[in-house]
């Protein structure tokens, strides 16, 4: 445990040099559940998705391979002290770029499924943009400069901002995941007694987001009561578990966004006069002609390159 902002985080600098055999049976499970939930990760977006294009797609993928692997790889090898320093800091350092704010972009990238605010949608990328150079720039540059100078007003500078910095990421995607909740709390409160089905997608949906608001919580209290190696190595697991979480959802808001545009499809049949016989109609008779696109595409837009199978 840390005791002071004085002093470098144990396993920061120099390797673990406690003599704690529990705390390094910890690190390689913490990095080996990361690692497995990596590897498993990688199938499973790879079969899941249709085609291998789009925002979501990347950020996913690049989030697992290139975020939580070398991030989990290179902390392993800086808290073991294995080879040079600066290539498990910066092996860790480049991990986690694409992890923490990677996973706040996964969430960006699937909340236009449910918020239909451009606004708000700009505003959050813009939130995430800001914060990632805001806080990783002065984080790695002090990371170094405790390696490597290892001054007081450097390594007290280094405890701040990376306190600072874990508080910042997790209160980012807490406020995405409270987006979540609140837009699937609205959907349900629209027609709450209409489809059982719908409405328990829509309630694992929000068990889930409450899941991954839990897991930022839990990393977040170990940071501040000086945890710093348990809290770097579960890191890497927990953002494993986030991404795996990531998938669970996808499919629940794909199952959701199609079952809308089907309500939409049968209201319209519903809606023909009694001596017309919908199945025999190949055009919309209840409707003037539109000149934009067709009403039956869903609002949330095309969700083919999901496969559900």
Known sequence: MQSSLSDPPEGLVGGYKGATEAVEILVVCFSAVALYNSIELVAVILLTFNRYTGLYFWTLLLSDVFGVV??????????????????????????????????????????????????????????????????????TVLTYSTIYLRTEPVIRGYNVMERLQVACFCAQEMFIS?????????????????????????????????????????????????????QTTLKAAVYSVKLKLECAVLRKLVLLVNQRASESSSSDRENYPNFVNPLRVTADVTRPPKTSKSHSQSPWGPMSEVNLG
Not at 206 to 218: P, W
């Open 70 to 139: 070398p991030h989990a790889v290179g902390y392993v090898l800086a808290f073991f002290g294995k080879g040079p320093i600066w290539v498990g800091v910066t092996l860790s350092t480049l991990g986690f770029y694409l992890m923490v704010p990677g996973q706040s972009f996964v969430l960006y990238s699937r909340l236009h499924l449910l918020v239909q605010n451009r606004t708000l949608l700009r505003g959050v990328l813009y939130l995430i943009i800001f914060n990632t150079i805001v806080l990783l720039v002065p984080t």
């Open 178 to 230: 409270a987006l979540y909740i609140i837009e699937t709390a609205k959907l349900l409160r629209l027609r709450p007694a209409r489809d059982a089905y719908r409405n328990r997608i829509m309630y694992e949906l929000i068990t889930i987001n409450v899941v991954i608001i839990l897991m930022d919580v839990a990393l977040l209290v170990m940071q501040y009561v000086g945890l710093y190696i348990l």
